[in-house]
């Protein structure tokens, strides 16, 4: 990430108020996800926003799951949630929940009822939307407005008790029915549902609604900068009225852009459906926008937090290409990832000068990009190895520097070799190409005196281990999947996962890591699939080596 750079806006607040002594100079930020599906790479923004904050002004940040919605909470959610902020590279100060606090946000419930700033309301869902008007028309007061204290007291402890079934009652805000803003007039505050809760099992059966809970509990846990994204600007009024009413620890919102990205959704009504009905095999499906996702694809913390840091904090929205976050984690694979060899779409070629069942061993550096290479590995040769299919022309082109008959290339790491003919099958499909290799061409202490212009990768046919490879492409077709609210399922990519059940690898690659990034030389960039086994190995491409995408809109 960019050492410097310009503050951006939330950090021009930040330092004003720390120099204005505002909250005594203190910083206390919190990532609030609501617990009913998994990260994604939006998510990754804003936990770098606030993590990153309290990180640069020592301040704090809390990991709050904003739990107020049994219907669709997990503690699935909440596990993968902490593992990725924890991939991340974010430690929290608390580990809280909104339904920590439900014994106070009911308590503060009724303290404005007392007020006469709240009243349960046994209207109907869609009267309530009636009777709030339009946005060009006020409201109108139904007979539940004007209820006495006593009786909306009496009817909301009765509501906590469990007298009442699922949408028989609410209780409101009472505000102002001919506010402009729609959030003002009277929103809903609690409603009933009779659903175990993933932490509180059956011990509530009324929930608060996110804008009420998600002001108190910034204000109880004396949160100085809740920072959430710009649909919550209408919200901000109403989070305003709750805090200035209970006249708690004064919590203040700012908002900023959330990251919109090509080629991808980020709703999780939409990612859900995608697992639910199967277009992926599941929340860290590698072409998944989630943390998991692209943590599974070969993704690092480093490319994200770099994608991010490039992207900046915003306050109009706008729309980053994804060639955006591809090129970070081309950056940081080309500086981290082992060179290895394999062959995706195998041939047979054999070097009938080289004696039968001898074996040589050449050394290959891990990563060239580093000072020492990080290393080296064995490679084996022998006179039987594993080619590209496509680095084989029987009838070359001018500019085709790879193998065909009387061509010359370098195996990359061993020899210069020369093409001296090849086998066909009785349909036609070539089965075997026949090579010499130069003795004096050795990699590293070449005295042949040859220079050629191509150089191919390559693996021994006796030492080679079959993996299993799957190519993973954008899930898209479309850089807008949803324009014009069309279905987005219609244009899925179904050339988005590629499958080569049967790869042949150099033999180190065999003891990959998982975790670890591996370059496929002049392939992609790969990384061992959590589904790998000893018997079963699988590679999942992170990224082409290049953008292709890029070079397929060119064609138009």
Known sequence: MSEERSLNFIEEIIEEDIQNGKHGGRVHTRFPPEPNGYLHIGHAKSICLNFGLARKYNGKTNLRFDDTNPETEDTEYVDSIKEDVKWLGFEWENELYASNYFDQLYAFAVRLIEKGLAYVDESTADEIARQKGTPTEPGVANEYRHRSVEENIRLFAEMKEGKYQDGAMVLRAKIDLASPNMHMRDPIMYRIRHVEHHRTGNAWCIYPMYDFAHGQSDSIEEITHSICTLEFIPHRPLYEWFIDELEIFPSRQYEFARLNMTYTVMSKRRLLQ??????????????????????????????????????????????????????????????????RMAVLDPLKLVVTNYPEGEVEIFEGENNPEVEGGEGSRDIPFSRELWIERDDFMENPSKKYFRLGPGLMVRLKSAYIIKCDGFLKDEAGNITEVHCSYIPESKSGNDTSGLKVKGTIHWVSAAHAARAEVRLYDRLFNDEDPVANGRDFVEIINQDSLQIIPEAYIEPDLANAEMGRGYQFLRNGYYTLDKDSTGDNIIFNRTVTLKDTWAKEIRKG
């Open 274 to 339: 995608l697992v639910n009905e199967g277009f992926v095999s599941g929340w860290d499906d590698p072409r998944m926008p989630t943390i998991s996702g692209l943590r599974r694809r070969g993704y690092t913390p480093a490319s994200i937090l770099d994608f991010c840091d490039r992207i900046g904090v915003a306050k109009r929205e706008n729309v980053i290409d994804v060639s955006l976050l591809e090129f970070c984690i081309r950056e940081d694979l080309n500086k981290s990832a082992w060179r």
